[in-house]
């Protein structure tokens, strides 16, 4: 680490979540203070230590805080090289009023689960492009944090929801290019988002998210093969731009767009 802090801090698009923040503080101490949001940090480099309600509290890199809204804590590095951490900031009701006071009394919780799930979302808040991926990875999230609040985090039964599973594909085949949020395909399907995401998984063997981007692809293609330039197809399609596209296409077939066609 140098000496120098950094700080990159965004509202992304992603609905119940108010603020991304990614940061290094070589020295900073926060003073006492307190958010309206819930306040979900991890640290990858350093280890923090925090007063949460005058009791306190260490962070190390192995686990994930999950700090309530309206109550005072503060936040200062343990080692002299500082730390770098990132925090999602969340809507205060996407957890409920009614388990603040459970956080209060664990505010850390080490599960590896939990800690790669968020690690994943922030990578998909950075591109800011996947809104599906990342609404179905933010109700994962919350998910396993209300099992810790309420102290019962159990692995999800494994059974098959065939129904369900059908049902949201058919949602996500006709809204392919304008597209549709989870919380939309969850109304439409009667069936909890977390359900969703689990049903399609097992019944296809891919996340919702990655079958709608290789349907998107489908897509292109068509409208690639009738003649329609790149920059259209992108729109056309679904993606938010040529290199949206790009991306995407490479990934899945070795080869850009505009190699695709033949001459």
Avoid: C
């Avoid at 309206?70 to 205060?92: A, I, Q, T, W």
């Amino acid at each position: 680490m140098d000496g120098t802090a950094q700080l990159s801090a965004w509202r992304p698009a992603l609905s119940g979540v108010v603020e991304v923040l990614h940061a290094y503080f070589p020295s900073h101490a926060y003073p006492s203070h307190t958010h309206d949001a819930w306040t979900v940090l991890i640290v990858d480099e350093g280890a923090v230590q925090y007063d949460l309600d005058h009791r306190e509290h260490g962070l190390s890199q192995a686990q994930v805080s999950l700090l309530p809204p309206n109550v005072p804590h503060d936040g200062r590095s343990v080692r002299p090289e500082g730390f770098r951490k990132r925090v999602l900031y969340l809507e205060p009701d996407r957890l409920g009023d009614g388990l603040i006071g459970a956080a209060v009394d664990q505010p850390e919780y080490v599960d590896p689960v939990l800690r790669h799930r968020i690690h994943q979302l922030h990578g998909v808040l950075v591109d800011g492009r996947e809104d599906f991926e990342a609404q179905s990875r933010l109700t994962l999230i919350e998910e396993r944090l209300s099992q810790h609040l309420r102290r019962q985090v159990t692995d999800p039964p494994v059974r098959r929801d065939a129904g369900v599973a059908a049902k949201l594909r058919e949602v996500l085949d006709g809204h392919l290019p304008t597209g549709i949020t989870l919380d939309e395909a969850s109304k439409l399907v009667h069936a909890h988002p977390a359900h969703l995401v689990r049903a399609f998984s097992r019944e296809y063997g891919m996340p919702p998210h990655r079958y709608l981007t290789g349907r998107r692809v489908d897509l292109a293609r068509r409208y690639l093969l009738a003649g329609r330039p790149p920059a259209e197809v992108a729109g056309l399609a679904g993606f938010y731009d040529q290199s949206h596209l790009n991306r995407h296409f490479r990934k899945m077939l070795g080869v850009s767009p505009s190699r695709f066609v033949r001459p």
